[in-house]
């Protein structure tokens, strides 16, 4: 769904732009000095607007995990899998809103409408804080996780307009450094409003300060997030026009092929092994993901720790995932065919953490910690199935049925994975622990049969068409997918 908004949007702002100029944008050639000189402003601007905004989205993730520590279950009453509902609700909200929001953002200006939309979710954060009893706290993270639905795909958005397909992957993974300062940060700004002396509950006011902070930056957001680089205020009108010029010229489709939607291709992507590969790694994995992310703070205070030095203990998940992400995405770029063994080798590392901590008793609580470090490894695997998704699967509406399927799969084991963390088996979880592991595992089996795949269907393309290869874009013009040009072979 993702792809197929970015080409709608890009089409509005190229006709848009062409009627405003009587093509005076393709006309128009800039030296490639001045190109370069773009890339770096867009970079320097917009890579850390939007990476401080996914990073706030992650603090405000983590909150739910880190309030249980400042006292909430007790004060709210909660019992039994109550804790483990409120916290797989997130997703439901998140699901149920991805539809609209997915219209919302091509036909609204989009800087304005997530703006609007990160205030939201800011204001239903501090919501959090007025909860009095289950009702109440179920009510607002089923609400969080619909406000919280635009930034993902409106940031794929924002990313498809102002760059070139080549440029994207570094820079998704680029912004989603926020998610990696979020596990650095959020638990010490946890232990200080933890330690502050306050007539409201720690819990309550953590909800308050951290939604203030996210509704504050949309403030912000609302006054320097462009609609799309035709109005972008921090460039200038020549920067304008050089914008809109590269991304017209590198677009994966006409406007008249992507208002088409192509059921046959629906069909072919329900039918492709690599889209049902793709799909059930993220589903397995985010087995993980779900619980670990509501749950970290329990299970490191269960390692022995107090309740605030178990704030401070959730960094070292953060630093693992930058070192990881900084490598990872290192030797995707600079090494051919490896991004299937990156994404492999995070979620390997993963497995050894989760051993270690199912393995090892209280008296290694050290490198159990280190296990729980290393677990968040397999979260810097996102921008590389992104990228996987942009590089492999060809034709506008058969990539959107992946990219729609994929992000399913994504909540579905975001909602499941809490389920297995049983409330009676804290602080230990050992059925979460091994569902967890359980997950990585089959993950990395379906990881391996999408390279060996990739592999058999490129060395067939080569016997049959030799190794040639063609000019994606211009049969992607022709309404042709990746199974339909004989031509395009997979990035491994």
């Not at 920067?239 to 092929?257: C, H, L, S, Y």
Request: proline content about 3%.
């Amino acid at each position: 769904m993702a792809n197929h908004n970015i080409q709608e949007k890009t089409d509005y702002i190229d006709k848009e732009m062409q009627d405003s100029s009587v093509g005076e944008v393709m006309e128009f050639q800039a030296a490639p000095e001045k190109e370069r000189q773009l890339l770096w402003k867009l970079d320097l601007f917009m890579i850390p607007t939007m990476g401080i905004c996914y990073m706030l989205q992650y603090m405000d993730k983590l909150a739910l995990s880190q309030a249980t520590l400042l006292g909430l279950r007790s004060d709210l009453g909660l019992v039994g899998q109550q804790y483990t509902w409120c916290s797989a609700v997130f997703y439901f909200g998140y699901l149920a809103w991805s539809w609209p929001t997915s219209y919302l953002i091509v036909r609204l200006p989009l800087g304005k409408y997530l703006a609007i939309s990160v205030f939201l979710w800011g204001g239903i954060l501090m919501c959090h804080a007025a909860a009095q009893n289950y009702g109440g706290l179920i009510t607002c993270r089923f609400l969080l996780g619909m406000g919280e639905a635009a930034v993902a795909p409106g940031f794929g958005l924002i990313t498809g307009m102002f760059y070139k397909r080549g440029e994207q992957p570094a820079r998704q993974g680029a912004w989603f450094v926020g998610n990696c300062i979020a596990n650095l940060i959020g638990g010490v700004i946890a232990w200080g409003i933890g330690n502050c002396s306050s007539s409201l509950e720690s819990w309550r006011l953590l909800f308050l300060v951290l939604g203030a902070i996210t509704s504050g930056y949309s403030i912000f957001l609302f006054f320097v997030l462009p609609d799309s680089p035709a109005t972008a205020s921090f460039l200038t009108e020549t920067e304008r026009m050089i914008a809109v010029q590269r991304t017209m010229r590198d677009k994966t489709g006409t406007a008249e092929a992507t208002e088409v939607f192509e059921w046959k291709q629906v069909r072919e992507a329900a039918c492709d092994p690599q889209a049902w590969f793709l799909v059930l790694y993220t589903f397995c994995v985010n087995l993980a993901n779900g619980g670990l992310t509501s749950f970290s703070a329990i299970i490191i205070a269960g390692f022995g720790y107090s309740d605030f030095k178990s704030l401070l203990l959730q960094m070292p998940m953060g630093a693992s995932q930058l070192v990881f992400l900084i490598i990872t995405a290192a030797i995707a770029t600079y090494v051919r065919s490896s991004r299937l063994i990156c994404m492999s080798f995070n979620a390997i590392v993963a497995i050894i953490g989760v051993v270690l901590i199912y393995t090892l008793d209280d008296s290694h609580r050290v490198v159990k910690l280190l296990g729980l470090a290393f677990v968040a490894a397999f979260a810097v695997n996102i921008p590389l199935s992104l990228s996987i998704v942009t590089s492999n699967v060809a034709g506008a509406t058969k990539r959107s049925a992946v990219s729609v399927s994929i992000f399913a799969a994504y909540c579905v084991g975001n909602i499941v994975g809490p389920q297995f963390f049983y409330a009676s088996q804290e602080p230990t979880y050992s059925s979460g622990i091994e569902a967890s592991l359980c997950g990585l595992g089959i993950g990395i089996f379906f990881l391996a049969l999408l390279y060996v795949y990739y592999m058999w269907e490129n060395r067939r393309r080569n016997l049959v068409e030799g190794s040639s290869v063609v000019e994606v874009i211009a049969e992607e013009e022709k309404h042709r997918t990746d199974k339909q040009i004989l031509g395009f072979r997979y990035t491994l």
